[in-house]
């Protein structure tokens, strides 16, 4: 056992001493330590209750003869944190994450560790931790949100957002806004509908770090405490098994996660979390994998933004396992590869797939092509992102003058006060990971257009990102970004811009030789002169088009697997 490093012979005795003095036992000492990962605070709703969860972990890792010892990461809600400077610091918070992960399994030696959390950051943050340290690892979550209820209708927070700008264009009331508000979010759980978190909860169970039921069964059904022990019990397998993250995060295991993503129509952020997971298994997954598979996978499901169904829809009609289990019947996932409990994938999904209304069969999908497409060209030669199942079908091409902001800030300003005409094309820009720093998401400005009907006839750009909740003609990650010299820097107001999504194209309209004439203008940002955390992500990031993580400071360039 690692912890043996820590816990054996007579020069451990001071160890076995502090050991001692936190009440355990030396029988207690010698069973192998279990890192139990905590993210709870009273801010998040997909973290308030995980006390509950993680005492139900601690129980069964002790029954199953491990000894448990928990310690806290911490956890940004992005909704919380949206439209406003705050959200600079979410997507550095997912590096910290794995940070704080890395420094106490190593400096404790511990010999594996059960990773449970809800929101955006933490489930990526948390998967990067575990390749990173590649020692048996199980990820937990606290589960979806339950969808509100308001006047007959399903709802969820992107509602609450949109009815943001349906109250700045005066069609909806106050009352009515303040009802939408008081229904939306009705209990713990990560937001209720194919957003990021629940996205990236599903892709755990994809990739094979969590067990079945990880992102779908509701936060607050008691099958989700039952999931925790069992996530314990096969946690505790792993160690004895040596079970290892690395044996599970191969390069087909990511081909699968984005096969099901596109299926599902995930949140455009898994093209930045999957790359980061990526490499730290020293993976090379690239955006042109998610092209790629995207144009040759179907999608299945059309859930909130995209359409009308919520997670627990998904959960009732078979979740997860249900979706992989319809696209093996296409052959276009690798039913051989092993998962954390130690079967493989085609052992897990051996049940029944689409059950035709939440989950459509392979022969009847809303599409052939999957939820998400990468754009390039002219305005994004790195590459950009878009959430092509939630875009309108008369937006999938479209072409517009700019609307050029530099900051979401002013962006937000003009939607609100009406100076966005349809046929428009908003470019926020000095968003991305290094000019914003931080690459803000864009949910506030992109459900306001939604609550003004513009999301059928503008479209939004930018080097920033969306959030899960984002619907419409909305691309991001555009990279390069303006702080690295990117075009989108260069437009002015009024150049027109080709989106075209079917073929994978985004375009700006402007000649060559008018370009390299422009001068590209820099914004000021008082964030980078008083926040050390955003300086040192500004320094490291790298572009949204390889996962916005942090560079790794390795002396050759290479980083070396665990």
């Avoid at 993976?283 to 995207?294: A, F, P, Q």
Wanted: aromatic content about 4%; overall charge neutral; hydrophobic content about 40%.
């Amino acid at each position: 056992m690692r912890s043996s490093e820590a816990k054996e012979g007579p020069t451990r005795a001071p160890h076995r001493a502090l050991m001692r003095a936190s009440g355990y036992t030396r029988w207690e000492m010698d069973r192998p330590w279990i890192g139990v990962v905590n993210s709870y605070n009273s801010i998040v709703p997909g973290h308030r209750h995980l006390r509950e969860i993680t005492e139900a972990v601690k129980g069964a890792v002790y029954a199953a003869g491990g000894l448990p010892l928990e310690f806290p990461v911490i956890g940004v809600c992005d909704g919380i944190a949206m439209g406003h400077r705050g959200m600079k610091f979410s997507l550095p918070s997912r590096e910290v994450i794995a940070d704080s992960i890395e420094i106490m399994a190593q400096a404790h030696r511990l010999d594996g560790l059960i990773l449970i959390g809800s929101c955006d950051k933490v489930i990526p943050g948390m998967a990067m931790g575990a390749a990173r340290l590649n020692i048996p690892s199980v990820m937990v979550s606290g589960g979806p949100m339950e969808a509100g209820s308001f006047r007959g209708r399903k709802v969820d927070l992107s509602q609450a957002f949109e009815g943001v700008g349906s109250f700045s264009k005066g069609s909806m009331k106050e009352e009515d806004l303040e009802e939408l508000e008081n229904s939306c979010c009705p209990g713990v759980g990560s937001c209720a509908g194919m957003f990021t978190a629940n996205t990236m909860n599903c892709l755990m169970e994809v990739l094979g770090l969590s067990l079945p039921g990880n992102g779908t069964i509701p936060a607050v059904q008691s099958r989700r405490l039952m999931l925790a022990k069992e996530s314990a019990l096969c946690l505790m397998d792993m160690v004895r098994r040596s079970i290892r993250p690395l044996d599970i995060l191969t390069l087909e295991a990511f081909e699968d996660a984005v096969a099901v993503d596109v299926a599902l129509g995930g949140s455009t952020n898994s093209a930045l979390h999957l790359l980061a997971i990526a490499a730290e298994a020293g993976i090379g997954l690239t955006l042109e994998h998610l092209d790629r598979i995207s144009r040759s996978t179907p999608n299945l499901c059309r859930l909130s933004p995209a359409g009308s169904h919520h997670i627990e829809d998904l959960h009732l009609a078979g979740g997860i396992t249900a979706v992989m289990g319809e696209l093996m019947k296409g052959g276009l996932l690798h039913p051989q590869r092993i998962m954390a409990e130690g079967r493989t994938l085609g052992e897990r999904c051996s049940g029944p797939g689409a059950d035709g209304r939440v989950i459509r069969p392979i022969s009847n999908p809303y599409s052939s092509e999957g939820g998400l497409r990468v754009l390039k060209g002219s305005l994004a030669p790195m590459g950009s992102v878009v959430k092509s199942s939630a875009v309108d079908s008369s937006m999938l091409k479209h072409r517009g003058p700019a609307r050029v902001f530099d900051r979401e800030e002013a962006a937000m300003e003009a939607v609100m006060k009406g100076r966005i005409r349809e046929g428009d094309v908003v470019v926020i820009r000095w968003e991305g990971p290094k000019g914003g720093p931080g690459m803000r998401e864009m949910l506030q400005v992109t459900a306001a257009l939604a609550g003004q009907g513009l999301d059928k006839s503008v479209a939004l750009v930018t080097d920033g990102r969306f959030s899960g909740a984002t619907r419409g003609a909305s691309v991001g990650h555009v990279s390069p970004e303006a702080a690295e010299g990117g075009p989108i820097g260069l437009v002015e107001e009024g150049d027109l811009i080709e989106l075209d999504i079917p073929n994978g194209r985004l375009e700006l309209l402007v000649p060559p030789e008018e370009l390299a004439k422009r001068r590209a203008p820099r914004p000021g940002d008082q964030d980078l002169l008083s926040s050390p955390a955003l300086r040192r992500f500004a320094a490291l990031a790298s572009s949204g088009a390889q996962g916005a993580a942090m560079k790794d400071l390795w002396v050759n360039g290479e980083t070396p697997k665990p």
